[in-house]
Antibody, heavy 120, light 106 residues
């Protein structure tokens, strides 16, 4: 069965960095685009970044552009999010999500999330 | 930039029909997806591409999309349907989510 397991969250000071990982299993990782989606405490869902199946195309939300970098290693079935210059407003649960199908724009599978807290 | 507007809350009695809307400029020309999220859990896809259901999602969940409004309809609402619901679509190199609607079962 499809499994997505995020790791790497924690407490970091403003201006600091953190790298999130998402370990994927149960499917051919290189066939699917992936995204990071976050949810601030008590708030709604906010898309953060997207990466094409090959890794050749990436997109970012304006709120993280220039500070976050998405990447993937299809040989390790892993997705990453490098987060730099973190701000208090980046505090959220970060989910990795897999496309429902190789083509289409919905997310059929989500991890359980990893909490990132940015505070001094 | 494109904005998706959802009502903050919808209330319905058990056994009745709940309709949750998602408004956007000419949203009928885009593919809309819907997610259910219960407290402390990750979101679950309940409707994709306007009106298709993933396997395992009850037929009670359906969707429609026309003009400036997409709608998630939940028939014969049960206590277990109480959750937050989000619409989502892809628009010009970005994913967008609506603000979410809290469904309360009275």
């Amino acid at each position: 069965q499809v499994q997505l397991v995020e790791s790497g969250g924690g407490l970091v000071k403003p201006g600091g960095s953190l790298r999130l990982s998402c370990a994927a299993s149960g499917f051919i990782f290189s066939d699917y685009y992936m995204s990071w989606i976050r949810q601030a405490p008590g708030k709604g869902l906010e898309w953060v970044s997207y990466i094409r199946s090959s890794g050749s195309i990436v997109y970012y939300a304006d709120s993280v552009k220039g500070r976050f970098t998405i990447s993937r290693d299809n040989t390790k079935n892993s997705l990453y999010l490098q987060m730099n210059s973190l701000r208090a407003e980046d505090t959220a649960v970060y989910y990795c999500a897999r496309a429902r199908a190789p083509f289409g724009t919905s997310y059929g599978y989500w991890g359980q999330g990893t909490l990132v807290t940015v505070s001094s | 930039s494109y904005v998706l507007t959802q009502p903050p809350s919808v209330s319905v009695a058990p056994g009745q029909t709940a309709r949750i809307t998602c408004g956007g400029n000419n949203i009928g020309s885009k593919s809309v997806h819907w997610y259910q999220q219960k407290p402390g859990q990750a979101p679950v896809l309940v409707v994709y591409d306007d009106n298709d259901r993933p396997s395992g999602i009850p037929e009670r969940f359906s969707g429609s999309n026309s003009g400036n409004t997409a709608t998630l309809t939940i028939s014969r609402v049960a206590a277990g349907d109480e959750a937050d619901y989000y619409c989502q679509l892809w628009d010009r190199s970005a994913d967008l989510f609506g603000g979410g609607t809290k469904l309360t079962v009275l």
